[in-house]
């Protein structure tokens, strides 16, 4: 029986991910796939690994990441969320750093609502005088 060290819901604009660490050697496992299989841009991949690389334990843990909703941005920034507080989990000490680099932090920026009589969030009707 594989015993999960720390478990991390990270969210992100319209993106959850579940993120579980267990011992191993840094394999990381988004939705059944190789995290550069599933994040294809380098940058996202970054984006992930950054708490990880905080706290060095790249060759630590293996993580797993269950990930739904939103885009590749939105996804990517929801999994290093759950793993920067799955991460707390495991050993409290890591707090320090990744607050600091503010990893911890729930990014509150997301898309806002399109109100009724107008054609998108803030956009208007186009204005005739005549």
């Known amino acids: ?29 988004v939705n059944d796939k190789e995290l550069n299989v599933y994040f294809p841009q380098g940058e996202h991949v970054q984006m992930v690994r950054q708490p990880l690389m905080v706290t060095s334990c790249e060759n630590k843990y293996d993580v797993l990441i269950n990930v739904y909703g939103g885009g590749n941005n939105g996804q990517a920034g929801a999994c290093r969320h759950g793993l920067a507080r799955a991460l707390c989990q495991v050993d409290h000490t890591n707090y320090a750093s990744l607050r600091a680099n503010g ?28």
């Open 1 to 29: 029986m594989i015993k999960n060290l720390g478990i991390g819901t990270g969210r992100r604009k319209t993106s959850v991910a579940r993120v579980y660490i267990r011992d191993g050697n840094g394999k990381i496992i």
């Open 103 to 130: 990893y911890l932090t729930r990014d509150p920026r997301m898309v806002e609502r399109k109100k009724y009589g107008r054609p998108g969030a803030r956009r208007r009707f186009q204005f005739s005088k005549r």
